[in-house]
């Protein structure tokens, strides 16, 4: 089985920075793209950062400029550097990533089940 599972959430000030992490971990063979969505209550849930697996980024405009994302292939893990966080950034942060498990065919998309960043004074 593949489970991606995030961390580093939390509480921070607007104008504060906060890495989140993203592991993914099972019988994998290849992760393609990995990506990080958010979440705010009532809203729907919209795209954030995407990272190939050759490392090519793609951002969403609102946090372009910001955010920064980054992986290391070697420990399936992708990484989402967030600075100069604003209110409007509070959301679930998820992880997602097209995965190659091992003995399949063809990718499939997996998702994490999300961590909390809050910005607030």
């Known amino acids: 089985q593949v489970q991606l599972v995030e961390s580093g959430g939390g509480l921070v000030q607007p104008g504060g920075s906060l890495r989140l992490s993203c592991a993914a971990s099972?019988?994998?063979?290849?992760?393609?793209?990995m990506g990080w969505y958010r979440q705010a209550p009532g809203q729907q849930r919209e795209l954030v950062a995407t990272?190939?697996?050759?490392?090519?980024?793609h951002f969403a405009d609102t946090v372009k400029g910001r955010f920064t994302t980054s992986r290391d292939n070697a420990k399936n893990t992708v990484y989402l550097q967030m600075n100069s966080l604003k209110a409007e950034d509070t959301a679930v942060y998820y992880c997602n990533a097209d995965v190659l498990p091992s003995g399949a065919v063809d990718t499939q998309e997996y998702w994490g089940r999300g961590t909390q960043v809050t910005v607030s004074s």
């Open positions: 099972g019988s994998i063979f290849s992760i393609g793209t």
């Open positions: 990272i190939t697996w050759a490392g090519s980024t």
